[in-house]
């Protein structure tokens, strides 16, 4: 159980953010909460295998197949995948030297849990970056949606 000081530490602590299963499609909630985050100060680096072949740049950042091609430090790994796939993720984050291994809302798993803290990184699982972001920083706005990408106001 991480407590409201651990995760206000590990953002804090926190520049960058591989989003592992990130979607190029705006109203997928792995893209949502990414450009939240991006929006408030964080870089943002795309890991999903299938834009990555074709060369899909998301959010303005190059996308990578794996944790492993990311050529700069990663602070944390966020996992928008199904819990039996988080543990070969979590042995990338543990490779490439990250500090933080977070499994998004649903997603736990146990095994990697253990083995990052193990390796001596925090571990977040089954809880939102975005939502415990916006509750820690106080942006959770209109229901946490205040992204600007959606909104009540017709385009002009």
Known sequence: MNTIAQLRRIFRQSHTIAVVGLSAEWHRPSFFAAKYMQGHGFR?????????????????????????EIPIPVDIVDVFR????VLPIAQEAIGIGAHCLWQQIGV????????????GLDSVMDRCVKIEYARLFGGLNLVGVDTRIISAKRPV
Do not use: K, M
């Not at 736990?108 to 390796?119: P, S």
């Open 44 to 68: 943002v680096i795309p890991v999903n295998p299938r834009y990555a072949a074709i060369g899909t740049e998301i959010l303005g950042e190059r996308c990578y197949a794996s944790l492993l």
């Open 82 to 85: 199904r819990t039996e796939d």
């Open 108 to 119: 736990t798993n146990i095994e990697a849990n253990q083995l990052a803290r193990d390796a």
